[in-house]
C-alpha cells in the first residue's frame, strides 16, 4: 500500500506562486508515473501534469508554461511549481501515483484558491 500525502495549498492573489509537494511513502522510483489532478466545484477531476519514472511530463493546456512538475527522487517526492495563479486554477490538487502492477494511490487533496 503506497500513501501520499500532499502539501503546500493556500491562498494566493492572481499571479501569485506556490509549490505543491507530494511525499510517498515508498521509492518513486518504484511508481510508473506521478501526476497531479484538480478538481473543482462542479467539475469533473482533470489531469494537471504528470511525471514518468523516466522523466517524461505532461500539461494540461491550461497550465503549460506556468506551472511544472518535478520529482526528487532521493525525498520521495514530487512537486508541482505553480506560476503565474489565475482565478480559474482554484480547485482541489491530488497527488496521484501508478506502479507498475497498475495499481493507483491517490492522496487526501490540498485546497489551492486564488483569489483577490
Known amino acids: 500500500q503506497v500513501q501520499l500525502v500532499e502539501s503546500g495549498g493556500g491562498l494566493v492573489q492572481p499571479g501569485g506562486s506556490l509549490r505543491l509537494s507530494c511525499a510517498a511513502s515508498?521509492?518513486?522510483?518504484?511508481?510508473?508515473?506521478m501526476g497531479w489532478y484538480r478538481q473543482a466545484p462542479g467539475k469533473q477531476r482533470e489531469l494537471v501534469a504528470a511525471i514518468t519514472s523516466g522523466g517524461s511530463t505532461t500539461y494540461a493546456d491550461s497550465v503549460k508554461g506556468r506551472f511544472t512538475i518535478s520529482r526528487d527522487n532521493a525525498k520521495n517526492t514530487v512537486y508541482l511549481q505553480m506560476n503565474n495563479l489565475k482565478p480559474e486554477d482554484t480547485a482541489i490538487y491530488s497527488c496521484?501515483?501508478?506502479?507498475?502492477?497498475?495499481?493507483?494511490?491517490w492522496g487526501q487533496g490540498t485546497q489551492v484558491t486564488v483569489s483577490s
Open positions: 515508498v521509492s518513486i522510483i518504484e511508481l510508473y508515473i
Open positions: 496521484n501515483a501508478r506502479s507498475l502492477t497498475l495499481l493507483n494511490y
